[in-house]
């Protein structure tokens, strides 16, 4: 069973330049995440779709990152206006649905470095 | 904010032996998970508690759970060098899965 898939594995770019990242979750999977992880830190939830609705969007800092999951599979996440405290590596999951026992499978994350 | 504090933050241990992290969090959970993840590599779930359980095994994995004290811990037997990586763990309460901020554990041959 093929996993979770991101895209790119690594991003340099500029402060106030833009970046999206790119996930396909498990085939079937239901609840797609995104999460950052800062060097040093576990993952932080930013993003949370069931199907293509938001679930949770709580931390999500809503005046430069957006997301979405348009049909309902695929996923991208868009930073703009880039910061420098933007810099991690940022985590897709997916799981089977929202019941508290199913596991959530983690993408290689893409890597973003911001100058 | 993060739910779960793990300690300790580093762990440098020889093959062979035990390793132990331990994890607090904040809130009542639905229960508590544990993840690894090797350098430059996603994250990979170990094993899962449910909130009404004590103790639950998996190969050379032991983890406790006392929501009395909103504690739970990991324990590896029989370190490898192969299970050298950062260890954390995650407490779901409802939708939300919260993790620590991790324990690094490196396993000398």
């Known amino acids: 069973e093929a996993g979770v898939a991101q895209s790119p594995r690594y991003k340099i770019i500029e402060k106030r330049q833009s970046v999206a990242f790119w996930c396909n979750p498990i085939s079937g999977h239901a609840t797609l995440y995104w999460y950052q992880q800062i060097l040093g830190q576990g993952p932080k939830l930013l993003i949370q779709?069931?199907?293509?609705?938001?679930?949770?969007d709580s931390q999500l800092p809503k005046d430069r990152f957006s997301a979405e999951r348009l049909k309902g599979v695929d996923s991208t996440l868009k930073i703009q206006p880039a910061k420098l405290e933007d810099s991690a590596v940022y985590l897709c999951?997916?799981?089977?649905?929202?019941?508290?026992?199913?596991?959530?499978?983690f993408g290689p994350g893409t890597r973003l470095t911001v100058l | 904010s993060q739910q779960g504090e793990e300690d300790p933050q580093a762990l440098s241990i020889q093959e062979g032996e035990n390793a132990t992290m331990n994890c607090s969090y904040k809130?009542?959970?639905?229960?508590l998970q544990w993840y690894r993840q090797n350098s430059g590599r996603g994250l990979v779930h170990l094993i899962l508690?449910?909130?009404?359980?004590r103790e639950k095994h998996s190969g050379r994995l032991r983890v406790t759970l006392d929501t009395s004290k909103k504690s739970s811990s990991l324990l590896i037997t029989a370190s490898r060098a192969a299970d050298t990586a950062s260890y954390f763990c995650?407490?779901?309460?409802?939708?939300?899965?919260?993790f620590g901020g991790g324990t690094r554990l490196m396993v000398k041959p």
């Open positions: 508690i449910r909130s009404n359980e």
């Open positions: 995650a407490a779901r309460a409802g939708n939300m899965l919260t």
């Open positions: 779709f069931q199907n293509n609705g938001v679930v949770d």
């Open positions: 999951a997916s799981s089977s649905g929202l019941a508290v026992a199913n596991e959530q499978f």
């Open positions: 809130t009542s959970i639905n229960n």
